[in-house]
């Protein structure tokens, strides 16, 4: 039986198929040339005290429905208004309820550096992260292994996007390191049985060289949380659920930084 990441990493390379059939390569490539390069996504994690990635989320596989009729512009310019560091848009469609529009419209609507969260499998969707507005890409260590991830590294940074290299266990992390990543996210959710542990997040923090950006991800809820995490040395913590569950997210962001 296949477990959740399985799943959805062999659904998304059928997604990335299908579009790169819509859409070669070659005319990304065009589209791209007249794009400014990113906004600095690791600077805006270093600054004094927590930094705060908020994240454009609708729905997700565990919790299902969260907040499924939200506006991009709304949701962002709320999380800028209230002090985020960055932004994170989820653009996963089947089980995230995300879309490339909504990169697309996040960054007409923000300043901030922004996050393309998703299941990145292929070069062809830094592509489409670059030419949407995107500043970085996320990269799970579990869905790629070494070898893929070194190469997926490489081709982000030929095209000036910023990586977060997501880790979950010990064996990652030292994966992590080795391919010289400079920003490291510890998610406290093991994306193949969908559990969380926040102490995930401490036991491996102790493996992450000093220098490296840290940002813990999943199950942050409250102010506790964060100033425990602020404490054991975490850079920056990105939050999704417990924002966009807020009538107005300018509150729950407020409620996090304190």
Do not use: C
Request: a negative charge.
């Amino acid at each position: 039986m296949s477990t959740f990441l399985e799943t959805v990493v062999e659904h998304t390379r059928k997604l990335v198929g299908q579009r790169r059939l819509e859409l070669p390569e070659a005319e990304l490539l065009r589209r791209m040339e007249p794009v400014p390069r990113g906004r600095p996504f690791s600077e805006a994690l270093i600054a004094e005290g927590i930094s705060l990635i908020a994240e454009m989320k609708r729905s997700s596989p565990s919790r299902g429905p969260i907040r499924p009729d939200a506006g991009v512009t709304e949701i962002v310019t709320a999380y800028q208004d209230a002090g985020a560091s960055a932004v994170s848009v989820l653009t996963e469609p089947k089980w995230f309820g995300g879309s490339l529009d909504d990169l697309v419209e996040a960054r007409a609507a923000i300043h901030l550096p922004i996050l393309r969260k998703d299941f990145i499998v292929e070069p062809y969707q830094l592509l489409e992260a670059r030419v949407a507005g995107a500043d970085a890409a996320l990269l799970i260590v579990a869905a790629l292994g070494r070898e893929r991830l070194e190469e997926l590294m490489a081709a982000a940074g030929e095209i000036g996007l910023d990586t977060l290299v997501e880790v979950h266990d010990d064996d990652e992390v030292a994966t992590a390191v080795e391919t010289g990543a400079e920003i490291i996210g510890i998610n406290n959710r093991d994306l193949h049985s969908l559990e969380v542990d926040l102490r995930t997040g401490f036991r491996l923090l102790a493996d992450v060289p000093a220098g490296t950006v840290v940002v813990a991800e999943s199950g942050i809820t409250g102010r506790q949380d964060v100033l425990e995490l602020e404490e054991a040395g975490v850079d920056a913590i990105l939050v999704g659920e417990a924002l966009m569950r807020h009538t107005d997210p300018r509150d729950g962001v407020r409620a996090l930084l304190g």
